[in-house]
């Protein structure tokens, strides 16, 4: 197999005095970004945001952009919106995915920060969860079955300094007579890794497959039965949400379902790519 493309991303959350800091620093074959957000932790309100750009396709760089329009907005579940509004005015295509991994970051590093948020203890903010996570993915739909309550998993209720890490890493790879879309998520709670097999015209998914390495209950396990439902369909133009449906829904994992997401997404860049180098060539 020969590597076509390569994509790597480092999601840091890091408690300081007074704010959270999250960074979500991307490297990959096409470019090289940051997405910076200083939050307040009890309120999750962002008190400073920077986008910066070392690299993009057509070259190295060094831009650092202050965007004032997040100072003062909450981030949290359901920030789609704000966000967009927020960073329209950026060039690059990569801000918005790169800030919503920022906010997916700060609710997952909410395990360490359960006081300053309001709760008094684990089992309260685990009861929030459980309550308004209810049916989401399969281990909140299945709480009945589940042996393992969240901190148990986590092994401690306190960090101090870098409280929560993510890597993804997705690579694709050329097979002769089709490609190979390798992609990985390993956090401070989750490891989670898919493998799909695309015909040669890089958009027909032949097989499909996931292996859940870290899990927060063996009912996690389940969620990878999904994966064969996306066998013999087209993976260019199938959006997010109709990948959470054909992956389970809330029967389904959150993180395979988003780990999938970016594999289409490294297949369309590749396109992209190969379109600009076409028009370079031709120019």
């Known amino acids: 197999m020969q590597c076509l493309l390569q994509r790597n991303w480092h999601l840091?959350?890091?408690?300081?005095?007074?704010a959270v800091l999250i960074e979500v620093i991307y490297c990959g074959t096409d470019g090289e970004y940051c997405a910076r957000l200083w939050l307040q932790p009890q309120t999750f309100l962002v008190s400073r945001a920077q986008w910066e750009v070392?690299?993009?396709?057509?070259?190295?760089?060094?831009?650092?952009?202050?965007l004032p329009g997040l100072c003062?907005?909450?981030?949290?579940?359901?920030?789609?919106?704000?966000?967009r509004e927020a960073l329209s005015p950026l060039p690059e295509g990569y801000a918005l995915s790169l800030f919503a991994d920022a906010v997916r970051a700060a609710i997952q590093a909410e395990t360490f920060l359960f006081q300053e948020r309001g709760y008094s203890s684990t089992a309260e903010y685990d009861q929030y969860w459980n309550t308004n996570y209810l049916n989401a993915c399969r281990y909140y739909s299945h709480l009945d079955r589940v042996r393992t309550a969240w901190y148990e998993h986590v092994g401690i209720d306190h960090r101090s300094g870098n409280i929560f890490n993510r890597i993804k890493s997705h690579f694709l790879y050329g097979t002769g007579d089709g490609y190979r879309l390798n992609g990985h998520l390993n956090d401070s709670f989750h490891g989670v890794s898919t493998d799909l097999e695309l015909a040669a015209d890089g958009a027909t998914i032949l097989r499909a497959g996931a292996t859940l390495l870290r899990v927060p209950d063996t009912v996690c396990l389940e969620s990878a039965q999904f994966l064969r439902k996306l066998e013999g369909r087209l993976l260019n133009g199938m959006g997010k949400k109709e990948i959470i449906q054909l992956l389970g829904g809330g029967e389904g994992c959150v993180h395979i379902y988003d780990t999938v997401y970016d594999s289409m997404e490294t297949m369309k860049i590749y396109r992209q790519m190969q379109g600009n180098r076409q028009r370079q060539g031709n120019g």
Do not use: I, P, Q, W
């Not at 840091?12 to 007074?18: A, D, W």
């Open 12 to 18: 840091m959350v890091r408690k300081e005095v007074n």
């Open 54 to 66: 070392k690299r993009t396709f057509e070259g190295a760089c060094d831009k650092v952009t202050d």
């Open 72 to 83: 003062g907005v909450e981030l949290y579940f359901n920030s789609g919106t704000v966000l």
